[in-house]
């Protein structure tokens, strides 16, 4: 991010250099795999041999946010994990895409309950939903398609030296 | 393990880390630490909270905290008809999601009083003894993965891919598939679907022989494993543990044989025990419990009688559609059991069936009413849970990944 | 059946003067007893040499939602040797919501009945860590009970801001 923000001091970045960022930032997408629950299954039957998700560049799923630019949300939220979900996306550096994967996710799935949050776009914003209880892995790699064009659709230039947002102590335990 | 004491500290260093403190220099190096290994970590399964006590690299207490994934199931129940209840059944322990449908048709089936005819019932032997092999394989891999073997999870994985496509053909899903009904299964078994059965169980046995080569000589991986989270048959009994876990413990313990549902009665096979106690001991049950599955399903084809597959009795089971949509009982019998449920009579029952993880049991009250009054499940995984403490005192934190992995908790079905 | 013999002897061997109603329905047996006597009833369950009670399976309650007895307490505990399953039901009234814990007999009940008291609010005498198990700690409500709303109460629970 601030590179990018060095660059483009001077108020203009040649068309080269942009799209030579934007390919190798579309190309290499890292997901943070939040796997909660049978969604997670299917994230990982996508890393397996028959619909490997390593072509698409998406070869290391790191469990530490820190590394990550895609968090792909697999399986319910609960009231009392949306805190924790919440808590990993603030650690993630800028720039960050969401992936609601599963009904669950999107609108709270089939689960009209007490302790399930009806969506996660009610805390988190989301770039794609994915719809499928769960989604077959096919639909997944279809999905990070998705983020890839929409990765390329945006120019390094947009990116500026930001401040940071406060953040609130969510959690005391 | 040696303890640092003061001597092989700096008295600087010391000075400067407790400038702002009130702690002493004793307390400094004697103190214990609390760590969280949270609800998001690659090696819990799922999500499982775990408060570590540390002294060093030592556990001294383990408290895990549950609830992360609590989702309502017995609330949802009390609120649904039987029928509506199936695809959340499959969700409970979704590593091999049609061994739950099963119980659940059991249950129901044992509340209204009425019995599947013999070819669904072995459908449902052989799609059970499926879905024990993608859960065992599913737990072998992520074990060996916890201990840090990657390749064994991908051609693990890469089995349960043709159990998926079994079922892919069955049924239509791959995974979640809510195949069974109540009086019998949804629809009967394609010859493509048998063809393919029979293709995988005779190539499944040189494949799992190939990953064991990778795992049970490793020095790593047997010394990670040997020795690790013992506990005796009697603890194991007293802390409610059940599935390959208890017979990892030596105690010859299966509900296939104590008491007999379906037609385990007529199979032969033998139940799987192992002495030890300890983690490689649960591994070795788990392995060796899928090459007793691949004998029943050889036994299950070879007896599978020809016949139909849903039960005939109309005020309970649901017709099938095509004759919904010609005929008029049927039409009226569809929209009394989609209406108004299927009225079991006044009871309660407890059926239990032996998941791959352990024992699996739906406690049903009726009232005679569509809906049950209370459903309560009685999950395998909640109740493994609660050996973990006791299990992980003092051992260290890469055992507590190894122990976690060995007992193979589910926590959708934990949590509920 | 034998077992209900069996049982029906021991009991009137130890507890002479009690009420034991035995019920048996598709092949299960359910003894129901006075919730006073709960941990002796199990001891003598787990401990006699001819029963020998050691799996406890699943602890439980049901809501009858009715003013009186409006709790069941129901346990299901499997004996080894004889390969049987017994199910024990006690009443608990809503006014005096407690009954005695077995966790001094069988180890598993612990995180069974904090589950129960998660769900139900019954309380459990002598329980060595009863607090909540699924829900957070700082939730006031019982969701299992009849009258709490499958949508929950809105507000109850916190949600992190966007």
């Known amino acids: 991010m601030g590179l990018e923000a060095k660059l483009n001091h001077e108020g203009f970045l040649t068309t080269t250099v942009d799209a030579l960022v934007e390919w190798s930032r579309k190309n290499s997408v890292w997901p943070m795999p939040m796997g909660i629950s049978c969604c997670a299954i299917e994230m990982m039957a996508s890393g397996d041999p028959k619909y490997d998700i390593a072509r698409f560049g998406s070869e290391v799923m790191r469990f530490t946010p820190r590394q990550c630019d895609l968090m792909i949300v697999a399986g319910t939220v609960t009231y009392k994990m949306s805190h924790v979900v919440k808590k990993i996306y603030d650690q993630m550096p800028d720039p960050k895409w969401v992936i609601a994967m599963g009904a669950c996710t999107s609108s709270g799935g089939m689960y009209r309950t007490y302790s399930v949050v009806q969506g996660i776009d009610q805390f988190l914003p989301v770039d794609i939903y994915l719809a499928g209880c769960p989604p077959r892995p096919d639909n997944l790699l279809n999905a990070l398609i998705q983020i890839q064009d929409k990765i390329g659709r945006t120019r390094a230039r947009e990116f500026q030296d930001q401040p940071l947002p406060e953040l609130t102590v969510i959690q005391n335990n | ?416 | 059946m034998e077992l209900k013999e069996l049982l029906d002897q021991k009991l009137k061997e130890k507890f002479s003067g009690e009420n034991f109603i035995f019920n048996e329905y598709r092949n299960e047996l359910t003894l129901s007893f006075d919730k006073k006597n709960v941990v002796s009833v199990c001891k003598l369950l787990k401990e006699d040499p001819d029963l020998q009670f050691k799996l406890c399976e699943d602890i439980t309650a049901v809501d009858w939602a009715k003013r009186k007895d409006r709790f069941t307490v129901v346990y299901h505990i499997f004996s080894l040797k004889l390969n049987l399953r017994l199910a024990l039901k006690a009443n608990v009234d809503e006014a005096d919501c407690n009954i005695d814990s077995v966790c001094s007999i069988w180890k598993t009940a612990n995180w069974h009945e904090r589950e129960t008291y998660d769900m139900y609010g019954i309380k459990f005498n002598n329980h060595p860590d009863l607090r909540r198990f699924y829900m957070p700690e700082e939730f006031e409500y019982h969701p299992l009970r009849k009258d709490f709303p499958l949508m929950g109460i809105p507000g109850s629970l916190p949600l992190p801001k966007k």
């Open chain 2, 1 to 416: 393990m040696q303890k640092i004491t003061k001597e092989d500290v700096n008295p600087k260093i010391l000075d400067a880390l407790l400038a702002d403190t009130e702690l002493s220099v004793e307390d400094a190096l004697e103190n214990e630490m609390i760590l969280n290994m949270g609800p998001q970590h690659p090696a819990t399964h799922g999500v499982l909270r775990l408060l570590l006590r540390l002294d060093g690299e030592t556990v001294m207490g383990c408290v895990p905290e549950l609830g992360y994934l609590h989702r309502g199931y017995e609330k949802l129940a009390e609120n649904m008809s039987y029928y509506e209840f199936i695809p959340h059944t499959d969700r409970l322990d979704y590593l091999s999601p049609m061994a739950n449908n099963v119980a659940w048709a059991l249950a129901v089936e044992k509340l209204a009083g009425i019995e599947a005819p013999p070819r669904a019932q072995y459908i449902r032997m052989i799609i059970t003894e499926l879905a024990r092999i993608a859960s065992h394989l599913v737990a072998i891999g992520a074990l060996a993965m916890d201990i840090g073997a990657l390749t064994v999870f991908l051609w693990t994985l890469r089995e349960r891919e043709k159990i998926l496509d079994v079922w892919d053909i069955l049924c239509g899903a791959r995974f979640t598939n809510s195949y069974t009904r109540i009086g019998g299964v949804a629809n009967d078994a394609q010859p493509e679907a048998i063809a393919k059965v029979k293709w995988f169980i005779d190539q499944y046995l040189e494949n799992l022989d190939e990953c064991e080569k990778l795992l049970n000589t490793n020095r790593i991986f047997v010394e990670r494993l040997d020795g690790v989270g013992i506990i005796t048959a009697d603890d194991a009994i007293d802390l409610g543990l059940t599935g390959p876990s208890l017979r990892g413990s030596g105690v010859d313990f299966d509900l296939r044989r104590a008491q007999p549902y379906l037609f385990y009665n007529e199979m032969d096979f033998k139940v799987i025990t192992f002495p030890d106690g300890d983690s490689l001991a649960r591994y070795f049950v788990r392995a060796d419990e899928t090459r007793e599955s691949i004998k029943i399903i050889r036994q299950s084809l070879d007896k599978m009688p020809q016949g139909e597959t849903l039960l005939n009795q109309p005020k309970k089971v649901l017709p099938k559609k095509a004759e919904i949509y010609s005929k008029m009982e049927e039409l009226i019998h569809d929209f009394m059991i989609v209406n108004f449920g299927i009225n079991p009579p006044v009871g309660e029952i407890y059926q239990a069936v032996e998941n791959p993880k352990g024992e699996l049991g739906f406690y049903l009250v009726s009232t005679g009413e569509g809906h049950p009054w209370k459903c309560k499940i009685r999950s395998p995984s909640m109740v493994n849970l609660q050996s973990v403490p006791h299990l992980v005192k003092g051992r260290m934190i890469s055992d507590v990944v190894a122990i976690v992995g060995s007992l193979d908790p589910v926590m959708g079905e934990a949590d509920k």
